[in-house]
């Protein structure tokens, strides 16, 4: 048996099983806990029987300052959700734990009237970007020599995808766009304040 709840001070330095995984990206302490302390209900953990977290999914909203809107309409990301982390441990996946904690963050995300979703992803993490589409994201641009390292050894850097996904807030997908692999931009035409 499996449980979901929010993640705790102690849990930062439980999650080997999961950040041991070549495709999750591991951050200094510190930013996970930021995380915890800015959005605790958007930090969600599985653990299992003995204890152990074999999955997590880090999160959070926000929005650029009103002074990007300047910058044009396309760099200006209102108020969303984030998906800055999603990993299970390479022995529990295949049981539905990355959507269950998923919709967990999609409903934090939804209590906090967000327009939408939104998710970096490698364009070679065919797994993952599949099981986002299974979950309603589309992928909104391709974001080019986004990741600086390449862990498939082909290259020194790998695209990403941008997917996104309409929440409730946003009836009309205003912040969704059709044929977004073919929208290519640089990482530094992505505004972060």
Not at 8 to 31: G, H, Q, V, W
Not at 143 to 151: L, R
Request: aromatic letters at 12%; a negative charge.
């Amino acid at each position: 048996m499996t449980s979901i709840r929010q993640a705790s001070p102690t849990d930062i330095s439980r999650l080997n099983l999961c950040n041991l995984d070549p495709l999750t990206e591991n951050y200094a302490r510190k930013f996970y806990f930021d995380y915890l302390v800015r959005w605790p209900t958007m930090f969600i953990v599985a653990e299992n029987l003995k204890g152990q977290i074999i999955a997590y999914v880090m999160g959070k909203v926000e929005e650029d300052p009103d002074y990007v809107k300047l910058l044009g309409t396309d760099k200006y990301l209102p108020w969303h959700g984030h998906v800055t982390c999603l990993t299970v441990a390479p022995q529990y996946r295949q049981m539905g734990l990355a959507k269950t904690l998923t919709a967990h963050l999609d409903q934090a995300c939804e209590h906090e009237n967000a327009w939408f979703m939104d998710l970096f992803v490698r364009v070679s993490n065919k797994t993952a970007i599949n099981m986002y589409k299974g979950m309603g994201y589309s992928v909104y641009r391709r974001v080019v020599d986004y990741y600086s390292d390449d862990p498939t050894g082909h290259g020194t850097s790998e695209d990403a995808f941008d997917m996104r996904k309409s929440l409730s807030r946003d009836k009309t997908n205003r912040y969704i766009r059709v044929g977004g692999e073919d929208y290519r931009i640089h990482p530094e035409d992505i505004y972060h304040p």
